[in-house]
């Protein structure tokens, strides 16, 4: 079992409640367990990844803003992605009927802004990982579980997604408090972070398009690039232009 940190979400707990069992899994055929174990699996392995990614933004988001709602929620992130990492490979052994070992951690690369100054590098890595992946991600996960039908994979599909809305908050906390000329250091970036997020999410999936694997909450690559593309449009742009931000580039096309 994955360690967990002790004053985390659920005090040391996984879940609030264990989850769910559920029969049925033991009627499918083994194709359609071993490719929903395999896809839950990946899933454990990028959720650890994020989790290495979050711990450099909460270093990011203390130094911004120490002492904050959005710190506390920072420092809880990087637990909560451990947590995510184990609900996974709970989900992933039950589909494979067997208990397997929790991915090897891969080192993360610490995302770097050239030329722009510290502040705005570290709103950068902030906006980058929450307002922006967490958002989009959140939007899959609302996606996964309109399609997931089995018991396991819902409750395990909404415990990921609960926290990944709190996640993308803190980008957005942090975007709103900060001084206008801040605001504007992060514009220039913004638009090819934004597409380099949709390419990454509709195209480096590790989604199947097999019959069967939606309902056991993996949607298909299409569902996975669909939910990138309206998280765009319909939260995170009109997220920036809010708050007054215009991703450079951005009003040219529009
Ligand atoms: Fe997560
Ligand atoms: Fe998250």
New binding site residues.
């Given amino acids: 079992m994955i360690a967990v940190a002790g004053d985390g979400r659920w005090g040391g707990r996984v879940t609030r409640r264990p989850l769910p069992d559920d029969p049925a899994l033991d009627t499918l055929s083994p194709s359609l367990r071993d490719t929903v174990s395999r896809g839950w699996f990946e899933r454990a392995a990028a959720e650890l990844q994020?989790s290495a990614i979050?711990a450099v933004v909460c270093q990011d988001v203390v130094a911004l803003r120490p002492g904050s709602e959005a710190a506390r929620l920072a420092a809880r992130?990087v637990d909560?992605?451990r947590r995510?990492a184990e609900i996974c490979r709970q989900v992933a052994s039950r589909y494979a009927g067997t208990d397997l070992a929790l991915p090897v951690e891969s080192p993360v690369v610490v995302p770097r802004y050239d030329g722009a100054s510290e502040e705005v590098e570290r709103l950068l890595r902030i906006v980058a990982q929450c307002s922006i992946g967490?958002t989009i991600?959140a939007v899959f996960l609302e996606a996964s579980l309109e399609a997931a039908r089995g018991p396991l994979a819902r409750a395990a599909t909404r415990e990921?997604l609960g926290?990944?809305v709190q996640?993308a908050r803190i980008g957005w906390a942090l975007l709103a408090g900060c001084s206008a000329t801040t605001r504007r250091g992060v514009e220039p970036w913004l638009l090819p972070m934004l597409r380099g997020y949709v390419r990454l999410w509709s195209a480096a999936t590790p989604y199947t398009s097999m019959p069967g694997v939606r309902e056991h909450g993996l949607p298909t690559p299409e569902d996975v690039a669909a939910a990138a593309r309206r998280a765009t449009v319909e939260v995170i742009i009109p997220g920036f232009d809010l708050l007054g931000v215009t991703p450079r580039g951005l009003e040219r096309q529009t």
Avoid: C, G, R
Wanted: charged share 40%; hydrophobic share 35%; aromatic share 0%.
């Fill in positions: 994020t979050m992130a909560d992605e995510h967490e991600a990921l926290d990944d996640h």
